[in-house]
């Protein structure tokens, strides 16, 4: 056995799939199977999971604007500490 880390609010959601599936297989069910559970699930549709995990259009120039943008915050601060 291993031991992972994760944060509280996927171990919550982690616990309501678990808790679900238990509910549907009417047994208990731990960690371990419903992880089992959800990356059998991303085997069978992976057409779904690189959809999902794809980069949204636009996304790489709102990134770029975000940039010039804090890279003008952080030169307008600069300017008002040196003043």
């Known amino acids: 056995m291993s031991t992972i880390s994760i944060k509280e609010d996927v171990k919550e ?3 309501k799939f678990a808790s679900e599936l238990q ?3 009417r047994r208990r069910v731990d960690y371990n199977e419903a992880i089992h559970h959800l990356l059998m699930r991303r085997r069978k549709h992976p057409t779904l999971l690189r959809e999902a995990c794809a980069t949204m259009p636009g996304v790489h120039d709102a990134r770029r604007t975000l940039a010039e943008e804090r ?3 952080d ?7 040196r003043h």
């Open 13 to 15: 959601e982690l616990l």
């Open 75 to 81: 030169e307008r601060a600069e300017r008002r500490l």
């Open 23 to 25: 509910i549907r297989m």
């Open 71 to 73: 890279k003008r915050d």
